[in-house]
């Protein structure tokens, strides 16, 4: 018989004593965590052992902790000291409970590696919310936790009022290739001007012309976001950027706008401390801008790359959804219309060089066309095959996802270098907004990749669950 609750040959290293000492409170209080939400096999707390309380009362103390190191530790310590008194109020009812010795070992670890003293101050198991109206994530906590001060005080209901908001994500980039808030991924015509989102607090539109005549392909080169106005927070403010002209400022010239609101570290510009409700921050001049409305919780990223601009956005679910009959159409929410799709259900179809591109290059080359009209259109263009079009994509992009065989399909339309960056940077600004790591990676249809990327999740998931619970049945024996 080998070692109590260990399944797998080799676990036992995984457990090994150093191992053990070193990870022990974040395994603790990972299982706690786990078994408190029903996950596995645990034993689950009855109604008088309150340990999952406990431990949700704590992670909600320590979530939002400021990011400077000295008010980090003492605030950690004092969310401490607060979870180890309600463990100690539920003692008696939890004898014997797994979840229970988990959180108690747990913090007795945690304790001593950040040098917290037993005696002292404790969190407010309810802290005060600094309620700003123009800062959202306030806005929302505030709203949430006020709406149920008077619920019955069970983990349910005290998950729920320190809950965040959702977010959805939606890009665009490339010939057009646009990534839905569902994470639909689509390639489409779309020529002319189409609103990507369309409700009651945000507008943003773009305008997609021909990237080579002979071919269905279309590009963007202009974008319009309108923020529109918030009472108390903001005016109307209107930004547009068009091929080679990516202002820092809005339409009026302004940068900013409404009071200065709180923000903490984290944010995708890493700003803390006061902002605007509304302003822009300029990456690269003229290459790379950022508007942010912290009074709605959006952040939009608009980028030229080569000829053209790309576009993501962050927003909020319940804002949205808020939208009337009249703007139902937003590519966004409800991706192309099907006569507008060049993809076939998500198959994205590599095509031929188009002959036209071929044309367009003898005409380039030829002797008296003037280096100023070959400066403008297409400065980058190049026939490629198929393998010439992989090998430069796999450049920039190591994992041959959506976004690789997008670059690819790109590059053999076009013949236009800089659409690889164009997929390179849309995929890293989706990963910086992007609220859900697990849905990154999307793959063609019928895909290999895509087949293992799903079928391999849950084993791996379960396989982790597993060593963890055998690492702290080692150290409990």
Same mark, same amino acid.
């Given at each position: 018989?080998? @070692? ?38 645990? $034993? ?8 999952? /309380? ?23 310590? /004092? ?12 003692? /008696? ?18 304790? +001593?590696? @950040? ?25 929302? $906590? ?57 409700? #009651? ?20 080169? /202009? ?11 903001? #005016? ?15 339409? #009026? ?6 009071? %200065? ?13 006061? =902002? ?36 993501? =956005? @962050? ?38 060089? %188009? ?25 980058? !263009? ?23 065989? +997008? ?8 013949? #236009? ?9 849309? $995929?890293?600004? !989706? ?20 087949? !293992? ?23 409990? !024996?």
């Amino acid at each position: 018989m080998g @070692r109590a609750g260990c399944c797998y040959r080799g676990a036992e290293r995984l457990a090994s004593p150093s191992l053990v000492r070193r990870f022990r409170p974040l395994l603790l209080l990972i299982i706690a965590l786990c078994c408190g939400a029903n996950i596995g096999h645990c $034993q689950v707390a009855t109604p008088q052992c309150r340990i999952q /309380k406990c431990t949700t009362d704590f992670v909600s103390l320590t979530t939002h902790l400021a990011p400077a190191v000295d008010v980090l530790h003492t605030e950690f310590c /004092k969310a401490l000291r607060a979870y180890s008194a309600c463990t100690q109020r539920t003692a /008696k009812s939890c004898r014997g409970n797994l979840v229970f010795h988990s959180a108690v070992l747990g913090i007795s670890d945690l304790m +001593s590696q @950040r040098n917290c003293s037993r005696d002292g101050p404790t969190s407010s198991t309810h802290p005060e919310v600094l309620h700003e109206p123009c800062n959202y994530h306030s806005r929302t $906590q505030h709203s949430h936790t006020h709406s149920h001060v008077h619920a019955h005080a069970h983990s349910h209901a005290h998950s729920q009022s320190h809950s965040r908001p959702g977010y959805l994500f939606c890009g665009l980039f490339g010939d057009p290739h646009l990534r839905t808030f569902k994470d639909s991924f689509q390639t489409c015509k779309v020529e002319g001007a189409w609103p990507l989102i369309d409700n #009651d607090y945000l507008s943003v539109q773009v305008t997609n012309v021909p990237v080579v005549p002979g071919s269905s392909a279309t590009a963007t080169n /202009k974008v319009t976001v309108i923020f529109k106005p918030y009472e108390g927070c903001t #005016d109307q403010r209107v930004y547009q950027a068009v091929t080679d002209n990516l202002p820092a400022a809005f339409d #009026d010239g302004t940068v900013s706008s409404g009071d %200065p609101i709180h923000t903490s570290a984290g944010a995708v510009d890493g700003a803390s401390g006061k =902002v605007r409700a509304l302003w822009i921050s300029e990456r690269s001049p003229g290459r790379h801008i950022e508007l942010h409305a912290g009074y709605i919780g959006v952040t939009v990223i608009v980028r030229q790359l080569g000829r053209y601009l790309t576009m993501a =956005v @962050r927003i909020p679910e319940e804002l949205s959804q808020a939208y009337d009959a009249t703007q139902d159409l937003q590519l966004c929410l409800n991706g192309c219309p099907s006569s507008e799709r060049i993809d076939q259900a998500g198959h994205l179809p590599l095509p031929l060089s %188009p002959p036209a591109l071929g044309l367009q290059l003898q005409q380039l080359r030829r002797p008296g066309y003037s280096s100023q009209t070959q400066a403008s259109p297409y400065p980058a !263009m190049q026939v490629f095959n198929v393998e010439g079009a992989r090998e430069r994509c796999r450049e920039q992009l190591e994992v041959q996802d959506i976004y690789f065989h +997008s670059c690819v399909f790109d590059l053999l339309t076009t013949g #236009d270098a800089n659409f690889t960056v164009a997929a390179y940077s849309a $995929q890293k600004d !989706m990963e910086s907004l992007h609220p859900h790591r697990d849905r990154w990676r999307i793959y063609p249809r019928g895909s290999t990749s895509s087949t !293992m990327h799903c079928s391999e999740a849950q084993p791996i998931k379960r396989l982790l669950a597993l060593l963890l619970l055998c690492a702290l049945s080692v150290e409990l !024996m």
